[in-house]
């Protein structure tokens, strides 16, 4: 009995001695949405989406609501947030070049590999980096090979429907203007296959059976679902959550591309636009966008009630963003890549279950803060050579004083500034764009050209120079 007692007493204070560990640092639950745009529900950006499980985690969390990625496409996007470095740094703007490939950035320690060094196990499920292969390869899961130190390498989505069912919509994508990847990726329909048994839930559920176990050492745990990515294909119970005659459409005005300048007005996919429009799909394709969310906010909703139920709850800082937005139609524009504040602007949200902090945040902030912010959180060694700032001071006051601008580019060149009142973009070219948010949420009205906003557009121009050659 003696003998039992005691080793009843060592196992407690074995239990107690992770548990205390666990608790002088914080684990972290970092997950990414693929092409997700501010229509989540919390968010404000559409009214019919359906998105209760990213609602419930988002009421108690500060979630920044002029949050913006530093390019507006998977590779560049996510190379910035995982490196730290924005694109004019490290050179990557696209989705074909690998940061480890570029001269000074072989070495480069991305998010979870600090997090390793300084004592952190890592392990991811699903899409965290993207995989830069050129259009022509297949997507797949974990691209840095020793980023994370355990990672599931599944599929992404869900499975394809057979052939025949495919391209239902009747649309002409083979025509020129229209971006060649639309050709098998723009579809969508509601597949016969269980939530379960897709991939984007058995990344999500690969997380939260990882959050099953015991860990001795804290940990940095990275999900990624890639719905509501194109091909829009997911359990058709999603698809029902929406009525097809119900669903309203983004506000567009007819001639807003008359004032973006030459560059400007060739990037948005106009003819894909018309081509929605003349065989009346427009609806359609936006239930499908919607359905896709609402996919994703289960998978969502699959790994928050792991870590609710887990061991971890109380002591394990979330952050849950998109890794741009993406247009439905607006400026005549479908999908991402293009600098207005659609394709910019993306969700974040930070719980840090220790401060039990909630609120809204509308301060300017970038995904490129997130490595700056989880660093900080988790009283890391500071990292000098980060270009974002952290966030915490947001977090515990998310009102804060906070004069900062983002930064979003697309090429040399190319680049978007955003700060509390204004976005300014300019083109190659030279050619600038001035808009004023608070009487233009949707950027409709360019005011580069109006001599009174000549003060405004120096002082961006003075900013972009400062954040080009920092
Ligand atoms: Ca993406
Ligand atoms: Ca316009």
């Not at 937005?325 to 279950?353: C, F, M, Y």
Request: glycine content about 6%; charged content about 25%.
């Amino acid at each position: 009995m003696k003998r039992y007692l005691l080793i009843t007493f060592l196992c407690i204070l074995s239990i107690k001695g992770i548990n205390a560990s666990n608790k002088s640092k914080p684990n972290v639950l970092l997950i990414m949405v693929d092409d997700m745009n501010d229509w989540v529900g919390a968010f404000g950006g559409n009214q019919q989406a359906i998105t209760p499980h990213m609602d419930k985690l988002a009421a108690k969390s500060v979630i920044f609501k002029n949050a913006y990625c530093s390019a507006a496409l998977c590779n560049p996007s996510r190379t910035s947030m995982l490196t730290g470095y924005q694109p004019a740094t490290t050179g990557v703007y696209g989705n074909s070049e690998h940061f480890r490939e570029l001269p000074g950035f072989e070495n480069t320690v991305t998010l979870p590999q600090y997090f390793e060094k300084n004592g952190y196990s890592t392990a991811a499920g699903g899409k965290i980096f993207h995989s830069p292969r050129g259009p022509a390869a297949k997507p797949r899961p974990g691209s840095d090979p020793g980023s994370f130190q355990e990672e599931l390498r599944g599929g992404l989505g869900t499975s394809y429907p057979d052939k025949e069912l495919r391209s239902q919509h009747g649309l002409n994508l083979n025509q020129k203007g229209i971006n060649k990847h639309f050709i098998h990726s723009f579809d969508w329909y509601g597949v016969d296959e269980k939530l379960e048994d897709t991939h984007d839930w058995k990344s999500s559920d690969y997380c939260a059976q990882f959050l099953e176990k015991e860990h001795e050492k804290p940990f940095f745990l990275a999900c990624g679902i890639f719905r509501p990515h194109l091909p829009w294909y997911a359990p058709k119970e999603f698809f029902d959550l929406y009525n097809l005659d119900d669903i309203n459409l983004p506000e567009v005005k007819e001639d807003d591309l008359d004032d973006v300048g030459k560059l400007g007005a060739r990037l948005p996919q106009k003819v894909l636009h018309s081509e929605l429009i003349k065989n009346d799909k427009w609806k359609e394709a936006v239930r499908a966008y919607l359905a896709n969310l609402s996919f994703a906010d289960a998978c969502v909703g699959h790994l928050m009630e792991a870590l609710n139920s887990s061991a971890y709850a109380e002591n394990t800082i979330i952050v849950l963003m998109g890794d741009h937005g993406w247009h439905l139609g607006e400026k005549q524009h479908w999908s991402k890549n293009v600098l207005w504040e659609r394709s910019a602007k993306t969700p974040l949200l930070i719980l840090d279950p220790r401060n039990k902090k909630s609120g809204i945040s509308t301060r300017i902030v970038s995904l490129l803060d997130v490595y700056p912010t989880l660093v900080d959180l988790c009283e890391l060694p500071v990292k000098d050579d980060l270009e974002g700032e952290s966030l915490k001071i947001l977090i515990n006051n998310p009102k804060a004083k906070w004069d900062k601008f983002a930064l979003t580019s697309k090429a040399k060149g190319m680049h978007t500034l955003r700060n509390e009142n204004y976005r300014y973009i300019v083109y190659p070219d030279g050619f600038e764009e001035l808009y004023d948010h608070r009487n233009d949420p949707n950027e409709w009205t360019n005011i580069a050209s109006e001599k009174e906003n000549d003060t405004i557009l120096n002082m961006f121009r003075v900013e972009l120079k400062e954040k080009l050659n920092k």
